[in-house]
């Protein structure tokens, strides 16, 4: 098999930044022409969401609601990195769509860093807990400046189950930096980092997509719809992405030279 030792370099030097961070950025993941379709997608959805009504949208489960969503789910240029880091024998089991306008800076608002994972966090009693998962985050528009509504994250604190409170409850943690993305740019990270989105205090408005992959034998998270008339769109890589399988036990002890993800992608 013929190896492109410059893209294999490049994938292992994201690793090694993903595994020391718990995030990396992913420059020029989408073309212009593709931010400029997802962009359209997302205001669609948006004028069907909020009407009239404005305002911020964070919806679950978008990804069936467009072909433009449902081709990203084994987008090329961020599809190797999830494989390099959970391996082949995973899905896509949660995903969310951003919109977040401007915010008045007289507003307040509640405590703001998170880890991914809901009830994990609670239910696993592990230092540091386990990975699981690692999300992907598609920026369509420029935050390649800080207060535009950042992704905004502690580095190296996905080995840590918890961070320092500010009493106040400030989101100004020690330690934390705006990832500084521009549209097109993607971002990978470790469910575990403590992230959150920071205030947006410029003129623009932000909009991001957020697909989330797991190991098959983990329950989905989000009650997945998609379009029937967007069901040719389905390749066995994206059935498999999107939950498939033949059996129960199948999910548990596959043979993973068998799945399509591995396959597509020869390895």
């Given at each position: 098999?013929?190896?492109?030792?410059?893209?294999?370099?490049?994938?292992?030097?994201?690793?090694?930044?993903?595994?020391?961070?718990?995030?990396?950025?992913?420059?020029?993941?989408?073309?212009?022409?593709?931010?400029?379709?997802?962009?359209?997608?997302?205001?669609?959805?948006y004028?069907?969401?909020?009407?009239?009504?404005?305002?911020?949208?964070?919806?679950?489960?978008?990804?069936?609601r467009?072909?433009?969503?449902?081709?990203?789910?084994?987008?090329?240029?961020?599809?190797?990195?999830?494989?390099?880091?959970?391996?082949?024998?995973?899905?896509?089991?949660?995903?969310?769509?951003?919109?977040?306008?401007p915010?008045?800076?007289?507003?307040?608002?509640p405590?703001?860093?998170?880890?991914?994972?809901?009830?994990?966090?609670r239910?696993l009693?592990?230092?540091?807990r386990p990975?699981?998962?690692?999300?992907?985050?598609?920026?369509?528009?420029?935050?390649?400046?800080?207060?535009?509504?950042?992704?905004?994250v502690?580095?190296?604190?996905?080995?840590?189950?918890?961070?320092?409170?500010?009493r106040d409850?400030?989101?100004?943690?020690?330690?934390?930096?705006?990832v500084l993305?521009?549209?097109?740019d993607?971002?990978?990270?470790?469910?575990?980092?403590?992230?959150?989105?920071?205030?947006?205090?410029?003129?623009?408005?932000?909009?991001?997509l957020?697909?989330?992959?797991?190991?098959?034998?983990?329950?989905?998270r989000?009650?997945?719809?998609?379009?029937?008339?967007?069901?040719?769109?389905?390749?066995?890589?994206?059935?498999?992405?999107?939950?498939?399988?033949?059996?129960?036990?199948?999910?548990?002890?596959?043979?993973?030279r068998d799945?399509?993800?591995?396959?597509?992608?020869?390895?």
């Open positions: 098999m013929r190896v492109d030792h410059e893209r294999a370099g490049e994938r292992s030097a994201l690793r090694e930044t993903f595994e020391r961070d718990g995030f990396v950025l992913i420059e020029g993941a989408l073309a212009a022409d593709e931010v400029e379709r997802l962009t359209a997608a997302v205001d669609r959805v004028r069907v969401e909020r009407e009239d009504e404005g305002g911020p949208l964070h919806l679950l489960a978008f990804c069936g467009d072909a433009a969503f449902l081709e990203m789910i084994d987008h090329p240029a961020t599809l190797p990195h999830v494989v390099d880091t959970l391996g082949p024998s995973i899905f896509m089991y949660h995903c969310h769509l951003d919109v977040h306008p915010e008045p800076p007289d507003i307040a608002r405590w703001m860093w998170h880890q991914d994972g809901g009830v994990v966090n239910d009693e592990t230092s540091p990975r699981l998962s690692v999300k992907v985050a598609y920026f369509l528009t420029d935050v390649s400046e800080p207060r535009r509504g950042n992704f905004a502690v580095p190296g604190s996905h080995v840590a189950n918890a961070i320092e409170r500010p409850d400030e989101d100004d943690v020690r330690g934390s930096v705006p993305a521009h549209a097109g993607a971002v990978l990270f470790d469910r575990r980092l403590w992230h959150m989105r920071s205030r947006n205090g410029s003129p623009i408005t932000r909009k991001a957020f697909y989330a992959y797991t190991f098959r034998w983990v329950r989905a989000d009650e997945l719809d998609v379009r029937a008339d967007l069901l040719h769109l389905i390749t066995p890589v994206r059935a498999q992405l999107l939950g498939a399988g033949s059996s129960a036990i199948e999910f548990w002890m596959p043979d993973d799945l399509p993800v591995r396959t597509a992608l020869g390895g």
